[in-house]
Nanobody, 117 residues
C-alpha cells in the first residue's frame, strides 16, 4: 500500500517563503511524475508544478519565477520551494505521484498554506 505524506505548510506573511515536502512510503517503484496541486475554497483543484523522471518541468503561469519543484528519487520525495508568496497562493496543497507502466495516481492528504498579514 502506497502512502504519501506532505509536510511544510503553515501561515506566512506576504512576500515570505515556505518549503513543502512529500514523501512516499510503501511499495512504489519507478515514479514517472511527481507534482503539486492546490485547491482554494470554492475553486477546483489546479496544477501548480510537475516534474517527470527525466527532469521535465511544468509550472502554472501564476507561480513561474516564484516556485521551484525538485525531486529526490532515492528518497521518493518531491519538494516545492515557494518564494514571494501572495495571498492568492492560499490553498490546500496536495502532492501527486504517478507510477510508470500502470499510470496509477497516488495523492497525499493535503497541507494548508495560508498567506496573510
Amino acid at each position: 500500500q502506497v502512502r504519501l505524506v506532505e509536510s511544510g505548510g503553515g501561515l506566512v506573511q506576504p512576500g515570505g517563503s515556505l518549503r513543502l515536502s512529500c514523501a512516499a512510503s510503501g511499495n512504489i517503484v519507478n515514479i514517472y511524475l511527481m507534482g503539486w496541486y492546490r485547491q482554494a475554497p470554492g475553486n477546483q483543484r489546479e496544477l501548480v508544478a510537475t516534474i517527470t523522471s527525466s527532469g521535465m518541468l511544468n509550472y502554472a503561469d501564476s507561480v513561474k519565477g516564484r516556485f521551484t519543484i525538485s525531486r529526490d528519487n532515492a528518497k521518493n520525495t518531491v519538494y516545492l520551494q515557494m518564494n514571494s508568496l501572495k495571498p492568492e497562493d492560499t490553498a490546500v496543497y496536495y502532492c501527486k505521484f504517478r507510477a510508470s507502466i500502470t499510470w496509477t495516481d497516488y495523492w497525499g492528504q493535503g497541507t494548508q498554506v495560508t498567506v496573510s498579514s
